[in-house]
């Protein structure tokens, strides 16, 4: 809730809105309706008095754009807010039937994505025919309600619930990091007091440790419970809780204890106040001082939307944008708090080993020159690429192009492994969409710990359990999940059971009206995932989880790099390659096996990071991090999106495309572009789909295309993918804040 | 002596090329009075020597030597002497002299010429720098 909005409704009165019409009798009523005097003596009268509404009121917008969703027609119930009509589903809150008639309700405690709790009544409206001023987040809108949010009731209940609130929050806000996006800042000074009658004094409470992310400060804290409702509900973790009773009121996690969630610190951005902000910006950055990028996260596949937040060539904090179909309005702790690690360990300057084994500094001009020169010495077949986890579709088509001009096709991305069956985007894309997860009622995680790999696809999945009591089945090693689930097995012979119908789980799926399957990506690594691959799909054949209404096969993907690189082709030849390479162009890889690649091997690395890949590196290229270029990423459910530079390249780093068609050139096999936007047409004459930014393109053709395969299945449990969630690539590795969290909060 | 120029005044315009002419020798000399001074007070020996920077002020002097208009000559000696005076008033610091005077325009890569003989502006952008 901005500043600006809540001021402008509060200070200008209705003149721009009388201004704007022409119509003397809506002149009349509108001014009547902010007097409201007689409406306050003799409500009826008023109610009869009042004209019919007409069109000529000024149409209002719904705030935020706020979205009226009709499930039934006959549902819809008509109720006038400040003489206004708005038409709103049965069963919505008077608060949100303002918001659809463009009045934004002053709240500390409501939460759309929250239980009411309806404890801070700051929300207070006057409502015809009832005797007080009733909490509006609370109430449900019924049909021809009359709604005042702008009398002089409403606003005396305001001033005095700001007076109540600001009698115990410390006024110390020139030293408190909400200073400037503060809920309380904001409402006090659109709808408070201009003086205080407290005298006493103020109340104080201790801190609580929270664990190295959440600071907090608890003597702000105003009791809405946000947090605890975010902690129970969306998070799924019953660590925080409401202390005592009255003045003894506090927040805390009832025996000391660390908040042990993978979203924890979206509590920071919840809470309206000051008591819980972020531990690792604490005291760096003012946020008006601060420039906002709105770009995505390429931690993991999901693709989140988040503002970078930086200050000149450093980025303070990142912050979650609103995203429906993909993260809501969370983010994880890893997207949120990995932001130290663009600032350690980077590559600035090209760098060639020397003989002492030591890596000199040397020119761009010297480095791609050493490059050429040893790509030209080697045969075509011992040339191998391979793309990062963090590598976007640009610069992957740069390298697919690039090491196709030299004759070799051996190109993957990292975490796909030998996975090769780029052909059908059904097989490798989370094909019900994150969203539609919501209308699931069965689940069945095969080798997939959605927590770890994917915390926002897993948050969503506790939304539909705990909306909708789903089942979720589990094969895979003992994980941890933070809703009710069934753990059926460890291994492929589960799944085998499931497929031919053996098992209990099978009734659940083949009675479920619309199941869910999701495969993990880290199976792409087995030896029998092709085996795996059509157990699973017998599996959805049986429980028709493939339908033209329906796709509930999904495969969960490791890294934002992932669905790219199968669209765009990148899986490799042969599957020993990387055995026999003589020349390795690893672009941002770190997770590849870096022992089997051969002694007498020379290998390259482009990268923005001195992470493992270095270690083996014969030439060290620096390139930009993903918050320091424009690139296009795909996430797991086949979204395109792009990241926007929010600072500058370090050093003498460039974009990872511009290095690889820097190095065709002087290897005499130029690449034909010279800009992103050519590069980009390049890749629609390849994936066009990578094209349609912010769209969700999902597959055509179902799975079932697929030959069958006759591989056996292997006996062997299946692993997990990621042994530490907040160490996963380059950045996370290299981050300071990243490493605390995992000696603390890992559980071992 | 270093504040022998402080008062930097407009003079009279010069009415032919010829005075012009004469005042930029005057002014080349001026210059290259003061090098000396300008070494000891910047710390300059070890970097560069008085003949070098005698031939700099030179070459800067030859690059507007295609210009023959009295006046537009006047105003680049008014810019020049204001730059001395800068110079010697210590307005500036020793890197400014070093990166101006002593490695030059170019910067410090001075290998420009015969390497980047038909490569695409592309790879010559992109050694300079990663936005183009
Ligand atoms: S800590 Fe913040 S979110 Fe939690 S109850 Fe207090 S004010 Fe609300
Ligand atoms: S927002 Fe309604 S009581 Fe808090």
Known sequence: MGLGLLASKALKPTASRLLSSQNPRSLLFLSRTVTSTPELQKPEQAAQAQPEPTPDLPPRTPLAGARVHFPNPDDAIEVFVDGYPVKIPKGMTVLQACEVAGVDIPRFCYHSRLSIAGNCRMCLVEVEKSPKPVASCAMPALPGMKIKTDTPIAKKAREGVMEFLLMNHPLDCPICDQGGECDLQDQSMAFGSDRGRFTEMKRSVVDKNLGPLVKTVMTRCIQCTRCVRFATEVAGVQDLGMLGRGSGEEIGTYVEKLMTSELSGNVIDICPVGALTSKPFAFKARNWELKGTETIDVTDAVGSNIRIDSRGPEVMRIIPRLNEDINEEWISDKTRFCYDGLKRQRLNDPMIRGADGRFKPVSWRDALAVVAEIAHQVKPEEIVGVAGQLSDAESMMALKDFLNKLGSNNVWCEKNGMFHDADLRSGYLMNTSISDLEKADVFLLVGTQPRVEAAMVNARIRKTVRATHAKVGYIGPPADFNYDHEHLGTGPQTLKEIAEGRHSFSSALSNAKNPVIIVGAGLFNRKDKDAIFSAVEAIAKSAKAVRPDWNGLNVLLLSAGQAAALDLGLVPESENCLESAKFVYLMGADDVNLENIPKDAFVVYQGHHGDQGVYRANVVLPAAAFSEKEGTYENTEGCTQQTVPAVPTVGDARDDWKIIRALSEVAGVRLPYDTLTAIRSRIKTVAPNLLHVDEREPATFSTSLKPQSNQELSSEPFGTAIENFYMTDSITRASKIMAQCSALLLKK | ?132
């Open chain 2, 1 to 132: 002596m270093s504040f022998s120029l402080r008062s930097v005044k407009v003079p009279p315009n010069s009415a032919s090329l010829e005075e012009a002419r004469s005042r930029v020798f005057d002014f080349f000399r001026e210059a290259c009075r003061s090098i000396p001074s300008v070494i000891d007070m910047y710390n300059l020996d070890d970097v560069v020597t008085v003949s070098r920077l005698r031939s700099t002020i030179a070459s800067e002097i030859r690059k507007n030597s295609h210009i023959t208009d009295p006046k537009v000559i006047d105003m680049l000696l008014f810019k020049g002497t204001e730059e001395l005076n800068n110079v010697l008033e210590h307005a500036k610091q020793r890197h400014h002299l070093i990166g101006q005077y002593v490695v030059g325009r170019q910067g410090l890569i001075q290998d420009i010429g015969t390497k980047d003989q038909g490569i695409s502006n592309f790879l010559k952008n992109f050694y300079t720098s990663n936005y183009f």
